[in-house]
């Protein structure tokens, strides 16, 4: 999946376990306690150095959303809010000691939300989220790694398909600005010499709460990696105990100090995304009308950069995903929106109508066709301590998209300040054009403590 559900569908957060609280509680206030300071310490056993840093950053953005007309969202149905207010605080901390190397990154964060859906509405949320704990150590060229990690196994900007351990990227904010995304539960062991490195991964999944089984799923993964000079080429695999599997290539080169290019493609086993029946009629209410489809999917991302001698970089990319919906399958779907809209508002029942639009909603997985363009500018240093940066990614079927643009003012790593404002576009009869979001803008600010 490119681009998050959130569009149409509001996000939740799930509560935490006692346990989960407790360490959460625990990890933050240590942070407070030691930050924004490193402490140095001699280890006694062996009096080598050891070492504690850690930094804050404490931010906050304002978003006012402009509604698209969309055929998923007649009246506001899905209660996309009208504004967004959130406050988050982020801690990192890094031990150099005991043999290894401790990380952890945790967020907590405040959302607020309000808008209008036949009447006014507001809602709120507070999160507590352990994006990355874990403990690395090495001996020699062999290492391992135990815990929760955001691991980087694919190449792409705005989308990396061979990043089979955690899905970092994301064309609609592929910086991850909020640091919303989390690590992975894992047990690595790589083998690293001087040209190559081979990583064996073991991901389970983990039930924190637990209140039932521990590791309730068995996943493994492997990465091997080679640098050939100029070329950096990684293969990668998973499979995990149902017999599904995934495995790819990825490759980038740099040429001078200005060019950069790169490429990946990744076969999935498994197909997860949901299509509409075409042996239905458009008007047919009956729940589900979407299905599943078996065979595996392609994925290929292809692109480069360029750094000018003004240090204007440009990012190009093709992005194509095989499952994407044909013309005559996308055009099933709009039409039955259409049918759905129609009884919605007409009928004197419009119970099942509002069904099938609820479960349209929950399977519009972006991206919906195969062939998409994604383009970026940025500028660190237009002005002093000003960056500017600009992107956007196009549907090639139907030429809708989103852009984005975003100045940013920085201090010193002090703190910064943003705008961001983000467009879609197309007619409501196209991919981006269904989203139900048109405009939105965001002021934010974060603050930054410590290394």
Known sequence: MFISSHHVCKQTSDSLSRFGKITALFSFFLFLAVLPISVQAEESADSSASSFSGSLRLGGEVEHFEKSNSLLNPSNILMRPDTRAEAFLIGNALYKGIGGVFEAELRFSYEYFSGTSKTYFEDQSFDTQVNQLYYQTKSGPVSLLLGRKKVRWGVGYSYSPTDLISQLKNPEDPDDRLNRIKGTDLVQLSYNNENSQLDLVYLPKVNWSF???????????????????????????????????????????????????????????????????????????????????????????????????????????????????????????????????????????????????????????????????????????????????????????????????????????????????????????????????????IIGVSLFLGN
């Open 211 to 441: 209140d039932e089984t521990f590791i309730s799923y068995n996943k493994y993964a492997m990465r091997w990696y080679n640098f050939i000079d100029p070329v950096d080429l990684s293969f990668v695999g998973s499979v995990d105990e149902e017999g599904e599997w995934a495995a790819g290539i990825n490759t980038s080169v740099s040429i001078g100090k200005a060019l950069e290019l790169h490429a990946e493609y990744l076969y999935q086993s498994s197909n997860n995304k949901r299509y509409p029946d075409l042996y239905s009629n458009a008007s047919d209410l009956a729940i589900p009308f979407f299905f599943t489809k078996n065979g595996g999917v392609h994925d290929v991302v292809v692109g480069g950069q360029y750094t000018f001698e003004n240090n204007l970089n440009l990012t190009l990319e093709y992005l194509y995903r095989s499952s994407g919906y044909s013309n005559n399958t996308f055009n099933a779907y709009v039409n039955h929106l259409d049918y759905l809209n129609a009884d919605y508002q007409t009928s004197l029942n419009p119970l099942p109508a509002l069904a099938g639009l609820q479960e349209s909603a929950i399977n519009f997985d972006l991206p919906l066709h195969n062939h998409y363009l994604f383009g970026r500018l940025y500028h660190p240093d237009v002005i002093h301590g000003v960056s500017v940066e600009m992107y956007s990614l196009v549907s090639i079927a139907d030429g809708s998209g989103l852009f984005v643009f975003m100045p940013k003012y920085e201090k010193n790593d002090a703190y910064e300040v943003y705008l961001r404002v983000k467009k879609f576009w197309g007619k409501n009869d196209t991919e981006f054009g269904l989203v139900p979001e048109d405009l939105s803008g």
